[in-house]
């Protein structure tokens, strides 16, 4: 599967953004996703997660109350709405999909067989 990570920009803390993610090539809704992300200098994080019918969502501690991710299996879509973004949110967003756990999730990054490439999230103080 082929997947277009979108929607990244420079927003001011406390602001909004929606990452979108689209998938071509093969059922999307046969796999599970998820969003990391990498500052400079620092290792690939998870950030969240969903099941491939959408019914089971995970997030780190760091964004939890704060991003939301769902999925829309007719479009073939993943998104991350994320709020009250802060400056240390700033980093590459990547989205992933794998087929290994379904119908389940994964939060570790070594479960993902697919992956985006990644858009660009800056947050200023």
């Known amino acids: 599967v082929q997947l277009q990570a979108s929607g990244g920009g420079l927003v001011q803390a406390g602001g909004s953004l929606r990452l979108s993610c689209a998938a071509s090539g093969r059922t999307f809704n046969n796999y599970a996703m998820g969003w990391f992300r990498q500052a400079p200098g620092k290792e690939r994080e998870f950030v969240a997660a969903i099941s491939w019918s959408g019914s089971s969502t995970y997030y780190a501690d760091s964004v939890k109350g704060r991003f939301t991710i769902s999925r829309d299996n007719a479009k073939n879509t993943v998104y991350l709405q994320m709020n009250n973004l802060k400056p240390e949110d700033t980093a590459v967003y990547y989205c992933?999909?794998?087929?290994?756990?379904?119908?389940?999730?994964?939060?570790?990054?070594?479960?993902?067989?697919?992956w985006g490439q990644g858009t660009q999230v800056t947050v200023s103080s």
């Open positions: 992933a999909g794998t087929n290994r756990v379904v119908p389940g999730l994964t939060i570790s990054l070594h479960d993902y067989e697919y």
